[in-house]
């Protein structure tokens, strides 16, 4: 309950407005009863942020799931991104908003769900090019991760000066279209060889 009450919160109000004592005087309890449950409100941004994770990954996995074609799995797992920031902008945020203190370690779920997204693009990254090595497949996937990211950052804060989500999404699918052609095209340079892409 009290996890579903952060959400409303941080949906309606924002991530500024979430704090301990309104989210007790929703659930009709006292603030103290919270601290029985959770340890502070990092302990509960964190597990809500994690059920936003989950949320995402589920709609990424299957998008991802349903685009056997590997250039189309990384463009459609790019557009759900894009499309979960949007519809849920303000709990997307809070997921990189607060600093959590790490210093006595995240929740495996928390990092698990952090790792996911990133083997999803990984796994489509390394079907696209089989010459690349595991290692380069994950480095281009975390890359490609931040990139999306970033566009949806600015985009949805105005920051590259874009009013309209269809051109958000258009900077999104450039994006895709050139790191993809990029990454397939490595291994050609410098000795022009032509890699097994897509085989």
């Known amino acids: 309950m009290a996890l579903r009450e952060g959400r409303f919160i941080i949906d ?3 991530l500024a407005q ?3 004592r309104k989210v007790a005087k929703r659930m009709g309890y ?3 009863t919270l601290y029985l449950i959770f340890s502070d409100l990092d302990d509960l941004l964190v597990q809500i942020n994690t059920q936003t994770l ?4 589920a709609a990424l996995a299957s998008a991802a799931a349903a685009e056997p074609d590997p250039v189309r ?4 797992q790019a557009r759900v991104y894009l499309d979960f920031a949007v519809r849920h902008t303000r709990r997307w945020s809070a997921i990189f908003e607060h600093p959590i203190d790490a210093s006595a370690g995240l929740p495996a779920d928390f ?4 790792a996911l997204r990133y083997r999803l693009l990984e ?6 090019c089989r010459d690349h090595s595991e290692q380069d497949a994950a480095r281009a996937a975390r890359a490609l991760g931040a990139g999306v990211h970033g566009v949806c950052m600015l985009g949805l804060s105005d920051g590259l000066g874009l009013a309209q989500v269809e051109s958000l999404a258009q900077v999104v699918d450039a994006l895709v279209d050139a790191f993809v052609a990029g990454f397939s095209a490595q291994l050609e340079a410098p000795e022009v060889r032509s890699p097994r892409c897509l085989g």
Do not use: P
């Open 54 to 57: 989950a949320e995402l990954n």
């Open 111 to 114: 990092v698990d769900h952090i």
């Open 12 to 14: 309606a109000q924002g």
């Open 73 to 76: 799995c990384i463009q459609t």
């Open 18 to 20: 979430l704090s301990m």
């Open 30 to 32: 006292a603030v103290g």
């Open 123 to 128: 796994d489509a990254l390394g079907r696209l």
